[in-house]
């Protein structure tokens, strides 16, 4: 009864240096999205796939990449991280149905100096 | 362009009392639903409920109930006698058609609940 697994759990980066977070869900979800969370923010979605092979933007894109690696796997990319993208980052996924909640993970804490 | 206003940032309450979280929306849809989230000082995010703009009936679960008003476009969360455990942010979110049939959740910026013994 896993639902949506994220790794890591934390992760402090030097400014520069590049880093994957990993995203798992073993509901059989279509849908799956990143968000980061940022003190008196709420949620920003910062990319999202439908489905197995697509990707889009969402709210907040820039200085990151995703992959959608199959229907299980959602990755997301700092490719050379900022003080600004110290954030918690959630990763989440849904049937994509209409109505239907999101399922989320435990959330990676990053912290860039 | 969906939005969801939580006016309250932080909110104090002495154990026992009832306390109401605001929550305002704003969409051009005719069919939409919203949410309430829970995220405990673990950091979690825990669904509490769903709703869709056809239902405005009031629901209650327990020590939480939801009032949905759609003339006024809000959907308030109540906690009745509150509990130490219910200190959390609470979240407002609002279901938005992506393309290719994603629906991303827009969600206000939440409200810090502090429940003091």
């Known amino acids: 009864n896993a639902g949506v697994t994220q790794t890591p759990k934390f992760q402090v980066l030097k400014t520069g240096q590049s880093m994957t977070l990993q995203c798992a869900q073993d509901?059989?979800?279509?849908?799956m999205y990143w968000y980061r969370q940022d003190p008196g923010m709420g949620l920003r979605l910062i990319y999202y796939?439908?489905?197995?092979?697509?990707?889009d933007k969402g709210e907040v894109p820039n200085g990151y990449n995703v992959s959608r690696l199959n229907k299980r796997e959602f990755s997301l990319r700092l490719e050379s991280a900022a003080p600004s993208q110290t954030s918690v980052y959630f990763c989440a996924s849904n049937p994509r149905r209409s109505g239907t909640e999101a399922f989320f993970g435990q959330g990676t804490r990053l912290t860039v100096v | 362009a969906q939005k969801v206003t939580q006016a309250q940032t932080e909110i104090s309450v002495v154990e026992k009392e009832d306390v109401t979280l605001d929550c305002v929306y704003e969409?051009?849809?005719?069919?939409?639903?919203l949410f309430w989230y829970k995220q405990p000082p673990s950091g979690e995010l825990v669904f509490l409920i769903r709703?869709?703009?056809?239902?405005?009936q009031n629901e209650i679960s327990g020590r939480y109930s939801w009032n949905f008003q759609k003339s006024t476009s809000s959907f308030n969360f109540t906690i009745t006698a509150s509990q130490v455990v219910d200190s959390a942010v609470y979240f407002c979110a609002l279901s938005e058609a992506l393309g290719a049939g994603s629906y991303q959740l827009t969600f206000g910026k939440g409200t810090k609940l502090s429940v003091i013994p």
């Open positions: 796939s439908a489905s197995e092979g697509t990707t």
């Open positions: 969409t051009r849809d005719t069919t939409y639903y």
């Open positions: 709703r869709n703009s056809f239902d405005e």
């Open positions: 509901m059989n979800h279509n849908s």
